[in-house]
């Protein structure tokens, strides 16, 4: 349902979406030049991607991180040119791949070898000790790890979210005691001013969030996406990534209930992990 939430922007798909699907589309069509019985290779092509293309298309693809929801596309041409015997259309396939997905190689690598130091996992770890119950723009380590109840503010794993946005009173009714958003900063900076919004985005979504956290007082603790500084590897220096710094600049907000058993250990517990409280004081600015 919420892949397929919001008007499309190009008729009956996405154009993001249809550029996703491309990337994997137009490298097997490029090897149409290389095998000799093209028509049946077309044909063949047709049958087994024009139902996915369309499908992907067709969805909102705004967390297909690396490409990976296209991965069944791209290992099933390879699969088959491969028991084709088709060597030099596969060779074909996979370098075209290669160059058309390097915009999403280099950071899905680079996110990959910072993925040792993520903070959420230790996080989630220490929460196993207290029971509680959790809404999450982004529902996967923190929820898994930590065995809260926890429901997805963006509707992905919590159906009732998924058909339209959600709105301060749903999120009262949920009587959090943990809210964790993936969220701009600066959202923090003024009072937002509690609204129901019809257009679905994420923006509009973190703008729910926070005019419900600053409406009933929650205590907001901004936690580093990453807990240590980065690693300069030989592997990321010779491969000039050195870091997503994007990442590395990234904090979540961390807000907690003021009706929390445990919200004095939480607060804590989060102060350990390399947070801020919010607002900030001129020490931990320092």
Not at 141 to 160: I, M, Q, V
Not at 196 to 213: E, G, P
């Amino acid at each position: 349902l919420v892949k397929v939430a919001g008007e499309r922007d190009l008729i009956l798909v996405w154009s993001q979406s249809l550029v996703a699907v491309g990337a994997t589309l137009i490298p097997a069509l490029i090897a149409v030049a290389f095998v000799k019985n093209r028509r049946i290779y077309l044909k063949q092509l047709l049958i087994l991607f024009i139902l996915p293309c369309m499908f992907y298309a067709s969805m909102k693809l705004e967390q297909n991180i690396g490409n990976r929801f296209l991965a069944p596309m791209f290992f099933g041409s390879m699969l088959w040119l491969a028991y084709s015997e088709k060597v030099k259309a596969l060779a074909v396939f996979v370098t075209s791949s290669v160059a058309l997905t390097m915009s999403t190689l280099i950071p899905t690598v680079s996110d990959f070898l910072d993925s040792k130091d993520g903070n959420t996992y230790y996080i989630a770890n220490e929460l196993k000790k207290w029971e509680g119950k959790m809404l999450v723009t982004e529902a996967g380590k923190l929820a898994y790890y930590s065995n809260w109840f926890t429901e997805d503010s963006w509707g992905l794993n919590t159906p009732r979210y998924a058909h339209t946005l959600i709105n301060s009173n749903e999120i009262a009714q949920g009587n959090y005691d943990l809210i964790v958003g993936h969220c701009t900063i600066a959202l923090l900076n003024t009072k937002v001013p509690e609204r129901t919004y019809l257009n679905r985005s994420w923006d509009n979504q973190c703008q729910a969030l926070v005019s419900y956290i600053q409406a009933a007082n929650y205590r907001v603790v901004l936690v580093p996406f990453l807990k240590v500084q980065p690693s300069q590897t030989s592997l990321r220096r010779l491969l000039g990534m050195r870091s997503n710094n994007r990442s590395y600049r990234r904090y979540d907000i961390y807000a907690i209930s003021p009706t929390y058993k445990n919200s004095l250990a939480l607060f804590n517990l989060l102060r350990r992990h390399g947070g801020i409280t919010y607002p900030p004081s001129s020490k931990s600015l320092g």
